[in-house]
């Protein structure tokens, strides 16, 4: 019988505060030589003003990496019968053997470029800089292990950067030609600032008020936003997941048929299968869904399914990506907001929480209450916590481990748990707030 390990690090986050903080007022005021120890990254800031969220950096044609080409007519040909041709009460126009990417969903084996400092600067702003050099920035420690930590999560598969990416795409919010191409499907998968493109929105996932504006609910609430779409209106992103929550995957809804008999047939891009149209079914009376697809494009497909009770369909709004994203990391973020009837509301800073390496987190406040993996699921009872299950379409087993959220004001306890494991491994604890961070390195693990 295998003999289970939990490996506990006790971290009283509220005691922390304070000492970290004194910490990283002289880190983000480091010289560029003291940035560059902790691993800052540099880049070039051009002179002129920045765009707005939505517009991607860069420069267009041979400067972005493809030569510009003539931008393609429409495919007339339908999609496949199997998956219905788009006619129904909802049809965007959106077709993924045009308007989806020719490649297929890619982990870190493709050897992609991910976030680079322009990215973290255009999502954020220049608040993230440490200090500038010769017209570059050194990005803050804290900023610097955030990039970091977002990019290993998306390691294992970038399917939700691809499904937000072809909706600006089709929605001209950005253009596909500053990527070297008039539409999705003609952009090639060897093209730098195309695949940062894609980072950047993978990278939504973990930022407010992207996480904040998630939709969960039962099939039939998911249904009812769906039938709302329309050409020029509100679009989403759906996550799909396991009843357990594993193997999270992101698609892209463009239509929905109506079936008849309460059955509905929702029409998606999944970068699983380029080219294709797709469908996900979601029975009215029943109160269910389900969908066969395949984690990542190496693996046979499996059938996802859920009900009222798994709440395991998600609707990420695309205005809510192309909003200004809330810094995690900034010292200078606002402390109030402005709620209904414009009152000032608290805002409510949190501690992010990452797991490097093998094992499974779980986090007690001082009353027990917990948040993170118990028994094999995921549990939140911690007041104000919140947990983001990466869409990357890697298997639970490779699947990186939940971005926890705490509030500041809350102490707690971290527990490794080891049991899962078959043979020695290690791992890391890295913690982020606001203007500090916060790691353990090499922490090893015996099952």
């Known amino acids: 019988m295998m003999k289970s390990k939990a490996y506990a690090v006790l971290i009283v986050l509220a005691a922390m505060i304070l000492m970290l903080a004194c910490i990283s007022t002289s880190a983000t005021n480091t010289n560029n030589e003291a940035a560059v120890e902790t691993g800052g990254e540099t880049v070039d800031i051009p002179d002129e003003e920045s765009e707005p969220l939505a517009e991607p950096p860069g420069e267009t044609g041979e400067d972005a990496g493809v030569a510009p080409e003539e931008e393609n007519e429409p495919s007339s040909e339908p999609p496949s019968e199997d998956a219905g041709d788009g006619s129904g009460p909802v049809d965007l126009g959106f077709r993924p053997d045009v308007n989806g990417f020719s490649f297929e969903n890619y982990s870190s084996d493709a050897g992609a470029q991910d976030l680079t400092t322009a990215e973290i600067i255009r999502m954020f702003g220049e608040q993230v800089c440490a200090t500038w050099q010769d017209g570059e920035c050194i990005l803050t420690p804290p900023g610097y292990q955030w990039m970091e930590e977002v990019n290993e999560a998306m390691a294992g598969g970038h399917c939700e950067g691809l499904a937000a990416l072809s909706l600006l795409f089709f929605g001209e919010e950005i253009q596909a030609d500053d990527f070297g191409a008039g539409t999705a499907s003609d952009l090639p998968f060897d093209n730098e ?33 769906l039938l709302e779409m329309e050409p020029g209106s509100e679009t989403y992103t759906i996550g799909i997941y396991k009843p357990d929550g594993s193997d999270g995957h992101a698609i892209t809804p463009f239509a929905v048929e109506d079936q ?70 900034c010292e200078d973020e606002s402390s109030v907001s402005v709620g209904r009837a414009g009152l000032a509301a608290p ?8 797991l490097d390496g093998d094992g499974h987190l779980l986090i007690e406040d001082d009353d027990g209450n917990r948040l993170g993996y118990v028994d094999g699921r995921l549990v939140n009872e911690i007041g104000g916590a919140r947990f983001t299950e990466y869409k990357t379409s890697s298997p639970l087993d490779d699947a990186p481990e939940p971005l926890y959220w705490v509030p500041q004001n809350v102490n707690t306890a971290i527990t490794i748990d080891a ?29």
Request: glycine residues 8%; proline residues 6%; charged residues 20%.
């Open 193 to 225: 600032l195309l695949q940062r493109e894609i980072a950047f929105w993978w990278a939504t996932q973990s930022t407010e008020p992207t996480y904040g504006s998630m939709i969960t609910g039962a099939p039939t609430a998911i249904l009812e936003a």
């Open 260 to 329: 008849g008999d309460g059955i509905y047939a929702v029409l998606v891009y999944d970068s699983n299968y380029p080219g294709e149209t797709r469908s996900l079914t979601i029975d009215s009376n029943a109160d269910t869904w389900a969908y066969e697809a395949s984690i990542n494009p190496d693996v046979e497909p499996d059938l996802y399914e859920g009900d009222a009770e798994t709440q395991t369909l998600e609707l990420t709004p695309t205005s809510a990506r192309t909003g200004q994203q809330e810094c995690p990391f």
């Open 347 to 354: 805002v409510i800073r949190y501690n992010q929480i990452f």
């Open 419 to 447: 049991s899962m494991l078959s043979e020695e491994s290690s791992t890391g604890l890295v913690m982020i707030g606001p203007g500090y961070s916060f790691g353990i390195e090499e922490i090893l693990l015996d099952p």
